[in-house]
């Protein structure tokens, strides 16, 4: 009902009426927008509302299936309680410091060995190197009794072994990706120090029957600081605690064996040390050197003794074969000098090369002597052709006249000789002196002489022909029974 008169009041039962007639009194399209209107509203307020952006990824819940693992190194608000108390004790001292020595085992793998240099006498290894030793105050409680591993970062708050490597020259630790070191703690204290290292040592090599030699290296670790009273050094497992990589090889020498000792070192300053040994035999490869050194020399000293069957005459050819053969001699020696430590003592390989140089050079010395001797006889040669007369205008006599080792044959011949003009005094003085000759015991004295000086320049070529091999041959025979 609507109060007479038109005017609703402002409150009471009478204002609802009011409106709701109001409503009725609009216009059809008035009606429409206000219910459109509404309806928007009733909509947008049943949609989810949208959570403001806060910069962090939404995570879904987890379900109850599955049961997430506590977190062991999350800090707990309020006092923290760290796994490894490594605070509450001071590492600056040794495990059970006062009390006896701390046994510290040690194995070590080979992973490879880089190069052997003789002329630095030195030798490159890389390996893993690992220590075993007891601290309780690294002791954790764990109910599984599992191992926890840490890196490198832990080694510079914990007590860890000083051991280092006698007589190395180089050593550094590998740094790629990070830096190669591992250390695993387990509950009862329990420690495993393990990292991987390169190291250059020193090798005392003995080159007396080089390249025909077998070197024996060590590599020797020690406490630096730690006497035998504080810290006993020991392997691991004996012999089993080196091992090697079967593919290791190395370009001249072959790798025979690897075996470890262990003994004590005594410095008059400090006291008595534990020490280490890795100790490995290698054995040269000689087919390089026979390549290169031996079949070398042995081809200059068979090529030098061609000149024993060149004419003695022949004076270039001799000389200049004499002189290639010791030079190239001289290149091979310098050159297997140049890749060798400058030692005081005398090596297997300088005395093949120094004998084979000999050999070459008592050949230039062979023909020399050839070439004197043969001098020496022609000159003597000549002599009785100088003292004999003037034969200008006559026909020349018969070369064996000249060459001085007529017989009496001969003789008989020129004396019944008649040239063909039939001039006497060719033959008359064919005749005298043949004759003057044949009354002279000075001159056959000197004809012999002359057949047997000859003899003589051709018997030492073909003596040398013999003699030269069959010595090379005796010393070849020689020195590979000793040095093989």
Known sequence: MVKPGGICPAAGPWKAACSIADIHRMPYFSRLILFLFCLVVL????????????????????SHLYKKNPDMTKIRHGKPQPLLRVDDHDFTMRPAFGGPAIPVGVDVQVESLDSISEVDMDFTMTLYLRHYW??????????????????????????????????SKRSFIHDTTTDNIMLRVFPDGQVLYSMRITVTAMCNMDFSHFPLDSQT??????????????????????????????????????????????????????????RLYINFTLRRHIFF???????????????????????????????????????????????????MPRVSYIKAVDIYLWVSFVFVFLSVLEYAAVNYLTTVQERKERKPQEKLPCTCGLPQPRAVLLDGSYSDGEVNDLGNYTPENGDKPDRMMVQLTLASERSSPQ??????????????????????????????????????????
């Open 43 to 62: 909509v947008e307020s049943r949609k989810p509302k949208k959570r403001r952006w806060t910069g962090q990824l939404e995570t879904s819940k987890p």
């Open 134 to 167: 007891k601290d309780e105050r690294l002791a954790f409680p764990s109910a599984s009794n599992k191992s926890m591993t840490f890196d490198g970062r832990l080694v510079k708050k914990i007590w860890v072994p000083d051991v280092f490597f006698v007589h």
């Open 217 to 274: 290296c060590s590599l020797e670790l020690e406490s630096y600081a730690y006497t035998d009273e504080d810290l006993m050094l020991y392997w691991k497992n004996g012999d089993e605690s080196l091992k090697t990589d079967e593919k290791i090889s190395l370009s001249q020498f072959l790798i025979q064996k690897f075996h470890t000792t262990s003994r004590l070192a005594f410095y008059s300053s400090t006291g008595w040390y534990n």
């Open 289 to 339: 050197f026979l390549l290169q050194t031996y079949f070398p020399a042995t081809l200059m000293v068979m090529l030098s003794w061609v000149s024993f069957w060149i004419d003695r005459r022949a004076v270039p050819a001799r000389v200049s074969l004499g002189i290639t053969t010791v030079l190239t001699m001289s290149t091979i020696i310098t050159g297997v000098n140049a890749s």
């Open 443 to 484: 001159r056959k004295s000197q004809r012999s002489s002359y057949v047997s000086m000859r003899i003589d320049t051709h018997a030492i070529d073909k003596y040398s022909r013999i003699i030269f091999p069959a010595a090379y041959i005796l010393f070849n025979l020689i020195y590979w029974s000793i040095f093989s």
